[in-house]
């Protein structure tokens, strides 16, 4: 018995490998188990056969790239990066937690590029579902808005510089300007400003934190870290001065002066 129990494990092991070893009918051409494809001409005469498994991978290719370019193209950077700086400067560790200041900052994002949005909405996507505009007019109008936001919030040096880079000549008007050299200008002049504003969060911070060192020096207790006493002083501040409020409509307002 012991025997035969054996056997019929071993037998169980190895049935998948000889499943996948099994010839596969070929597929023929009236055969209603095949998998669709799509044909793209190419040129005259010629054409390709996608596979719907290849059709699936392109497709989740661009889904993972496409985050991180609406990102790049829309305000999350500069809000993502001063609500970083200002729990830094409150010395708070992970409160804020990370998942609280990213969907802060996705919402506060979609209350930003809200106008964008039904700019993009309106110019491009619309007439193309509606048939009145191929996807060759359908993306460049889409596409328009958002490079008008980035270009009105990219300074002028950092699109000469991109400009430069590029080796290319100063643009007659904004319209002129391509999305390879208004992405990378955008995402520099977001992060100088957004650098600024971390500047000025630390300062009333940092003046409390001297204080409080200072106060603690005086009294000897120099094995006290200074932290655990200034800690509830800028909690207090901040709150004091209604400080969410406060950054969240100058981070908002900041895009629209």
Request: aromatic residues 10%; glycine residues 6%.
């Amino acid at each position: 018995m012991k025997s035969l129990r054996w056997i019929f494990l071993i037998v169980l092991m190895f049935a998948p490998m000889l499943a996948w070893a099994a010839p596969i009918a070929p597929i023929t051409q009236g055969s209603p188990a095949g998998i669709p494809v799509l044909t793209v001409q190419n040129a005259p005469g010629g054409a390709q056969n996608w596979t719907l498994s290849l059709q699936l991978l392109a497709l989740m290719t661009v889904l993972t790239v496409l985050p991180a370019v609406l990102l790049m193209m829309t305000s999350f950077t500069r809000i993502i990066v001063v609500l970083g700086f200002l729990r830094q400067a409150l010395g708070t560790q992970s409160t804020p937690s990370n998942q609280i200041l990213l969907g802060l900052s996705l919402f506060l994002t979609l209350f930003v590029m809200t106008p964008v949005l039904n700019h993009a909405y309106a110019d491009g996507v619309k007439p193309y579902m509606d048939g009145q505009m191929g996807a060759e007019q359908a993306v460049p109008a889409a596409a328009a808005p958002f490079k008008r936001f980035m270009l009105d919030q990219t300074r002028e040096a950092d699109l000469q510089l991109f400009t430069h880079l590029a080796n290319e000549q100063p643009y007659a008007s904004k319209d002129d300007v391509p999305f390879r050299v208004a992405m990378p200008a955008f995402v520099t002049s977001e992060l100088k400003t957004a650098f600024q504003m971390g500047f000025m969060l630390f300062v009333p911070f940092l003046i409390i934190d001297l204080v409080v060192a200072s106060v603690l020096m005086s009294m000897g207790m120099m094995m006290l870290s200074p932290t655990i006493i200034s800690l509830p002083f800028k909690i207090m501040l901040f709150v004091l001065v209604d400080g969410w409020t406060l950054l969240l409509g100058t981070l908002a307002g900041s895009f629209y002066t």
